[in-house]
């Protein structure tokens, strides 16, 4: 017996060391909150602050931001904190540059700023704080707001992974448009996805997951500075005859857009593809405002004689 309860004793106190102590403080590194959460499959709460200068976020921290804040918190969330600071002493260089990305990419506006996230790393409330919010209290009822955007999420997520062919793409469509645009590229596989599962445009789907995908590509490009490249993602698309009028019109749009944007591209292409927007539907609200880009383009022509001498 003694034995037995020996042995017992060393497996329970392995298995009490194995456990994850109780968050009592903020993570302040995204990305090692990121690998917490996905170790103990807890969400994230996702807060940022400009402690040293944004007066709602030094209320937060001295009213709200308490050892029973934690405590509460902790049970179901990776609590992570990104400062946006103005003194330059107060945290490096490499660390403020991440911490403005971060907010970068979930575009944060304002300070104090709530990011919600599941286990799995999707966005489900995104939000500036209300100086309402100004008490423990306060601060999770507030929290409570959001528990069924979580539900809904969750559930979605649970749909996509057990359905198949059109039902996935339907599926998806709802996941993708819950989304905030600036979350999506996040998604780009299950966006990639899409055109495949409705090959024949069915519910329409296909040809608008084609233009996300042409956005897609061309946001890579952009950030490679390759313009000219990203505007031909969306030309590409435009040609093919795959869109409605009016995504083939945006389509032409945007791959004018990106070459206008290189700086690169001779004005007169640029206008025909304008045109072609245009003519891909004439009855779009939007052509107006193209045919009067054409103009301010065309006003702003210079023309260069042989001795290049600009013309007066």
């Known amino acids: 017996m003694k034995r037995k309860i020996a042995a017992f004793s060393a497996a ?25 959460a996905t170790k103990q499959k807890k ?14 976020s030094k209320t937060l921290i001295t009213s709200v931001f308490t ?21 330059e002493k107060l945290m490096s260089a490499d660390q403020a540059e991440k911490n403005y990305k971060v907010a970068s990419d979930f575009g944060v506006q304002a ?26 209290e306060a601060f999770y009822a507030y929290l409570d707001t959001y528990k069924d955007a979580k539900a809904q999420l969750v559930d979605l997520k649970k749909k996509i992974a057990s359905s198949k062919g059109i039902e996935r793409a339907k ?10 645009a600036s979350r999506r590229p996040s998604y780009s596989a299950m966006i990639r996805e899409v055109p495949d599962l409705d090959p024949d445009n069915a519910e329409g789907l296909r040809e608008k ?37 009016s995504r ?30 245009i003519a891909a539907d004439p009855e779009n609200p939007g052509s107006e405002q193209i045919k009067a880009t054409i103009e301010q383009i065309k006003s ?12 007066q």
């Open 67 to 87: 050892d029973q804040f934690f405590a509460k918190g902790a049970k179901d969330f990776v609590m992570c904190n990104i400062d946006i600071v103005q003194d």
């Open 300 to 311: 702003q022509a210079v023309t260069v004689p042989a001795d290049g001498a600009a013309a």
């Open 12 to 36: 329970l106190i392995m298995l009490l060391s194995g456990c994850a102590k109780a968050q009592t403080a903020w993570i302040t590194d995204y990305d090692a909150a990121k690998e917490t």
């Open 171 to 180: 599926n998806i469509d709802i996941f993708i448009e819950s989304m905030d």
């Open 43 to 56: 969400g994230i709460m996702l807060v940022f602050t400009g402690s040293d200068w944004n007066d709602p």
């Open 209 to 245: 997951y084609l233009l996300q995908v042409a956005y897609l590509d061309a946001v890579d490009l952009y950030q490679q500075q390759k313009l000219v490249e990203a505007g031909d993602c969306f030309l590409t698309l435009a040609d093919s005859g795959s869109l409605n009028a």
């Open 248 to 277: 083939t019109q945006e389509a032409y749009y945007m791959g004018a857009y990106m070459n206008a944007m290189s700086g690169s591209t001779d004005n007169d292409k640029v206008i025909a593809w304008l045109e072609k927007a």
């Open 111 to 136: 300070l104090p700023y709530l990011v919600l996230l599941t286990s799995e790393g999707d966005m489900y409330g995104s939000a500036a704080i209300g100086e309402d919010v100004n008490t423990l």
